[in-house]
T-cell receptor, first 114, second 112 residues
Framework: NAGVTQTPKFRVLKTGQSMTLLCAQD?????MYWYRQDPGMGLRLIHY???????AKGEVPDGYNVSRLKKQNFLLGLESAAPSQTSVYFC?????????????FGPGTRLTVT | GEDVEQSLFLSVREGDSSVINCTYT??????LYWYKQEPGAGLQLLTY???NMDMKQDQRLTVLLNKKDKHLSLRIADTQTGDSAIYFC????????????WGAGTKLIIKP
């Protein structure tokens, strides 16, 4: 199993540009999450999904959109990037209730918005 | 609202025990977790404790939970250079789709 993979690993955007980050998991997990990590602030939840076709807002959803069209993929979109979105983005997945509560993390995507 | 707090840094000598502390505010927590993040990598689960337990031991790791004081600690015995990392405390609640509330992380620095 590859576990949780994220593409790309690094990206530099200009203000106003758009992009999509892809998260894929091959563990048949129900739950998937997108976080951002900023220095001294821990992880903050952007959006999450409790199953294929579902999405929900987390703590800091503004400026981001997500889709979960297939169970194994969770996409994070930035429609119009801003310098405040410079961060490291982590995707995670979890089996779901009654099957384990550990979140498995991808390696992260480092995004810089200039 | 929910909040999880940790000290940002801890420095210990190689071979000593490290104790990383965490306080949380939500008494309805179900699981409390310790994750480890090495430089340039994602987070990896170290251990977790269910909220009705007060201690869990796993090789060099000991987790203590004081529900009355809402205090969680992670003790690493015989700290090695490979333990250098950022350690995150997190809590999850049954009624929030198991979203995790994260502390800011404690950077463990090992002195030779």
């Amino acid at each position: 199993n590859a576990g949780v993979t994220q593409t790309p690993k690094f990206r530099v955007l200009k203000t106003g540009q758009s992009m999509t980050l892809l998260c894929a998991q091959d563990m048949n997990h129900e739950y998937m999450y997108w976080y951002r990590q900023d220095p001294g602030m821990g992880l903050r939840l952007i959006h999450y999904s409790v199953g294929e076709g579902t999405t929900a807002k987390g703590e800091v959803p503004d400026g981001y959109n997500v889709s979960r069209l297939k169970k194994q993929n969770f996409l994070l979109g930035l429609e119009s990037a801003a310098p405040s979105q410079t961060s490291v983005y982590f995707c995670a997945s979890m089996p779901g209730t009654h099957h384990g509560y550990e979140q498995y993390f991808g390696p992260g995507t480092r995004l810089t918005v200039t | 609202g929910e909040d999880v707090e940790q000290s940002l840094f801890l420095s210990v000598r190689e071979g000593d025990s490290s104790v990383i502390n965490c306080t949380y505010t939500d008494s309805s927590s179900t699981y409390l977790y310790w994750y480890k993040q090495e430089p340039g990598a994602g987070l990896q689960l170290l251990t977790y404790i269910f909220s009705n337990m007060d201690m869990k031991q796993d090789q060099r790791l000991t987790v203590l939970l004081n529900k009355k004081d809402k205090h969680l600690s992670l003790r690493i015995a015989d700290t090695q250079t490979g333990d250098s990392a950022i350690y995150f405390c997190a809590e999850s609640m049954l009624d929030s789709n198991y979203q995790l509330i994260w502390g800011a992380g404690t950077k463990l620095i090992i002195k030779p």
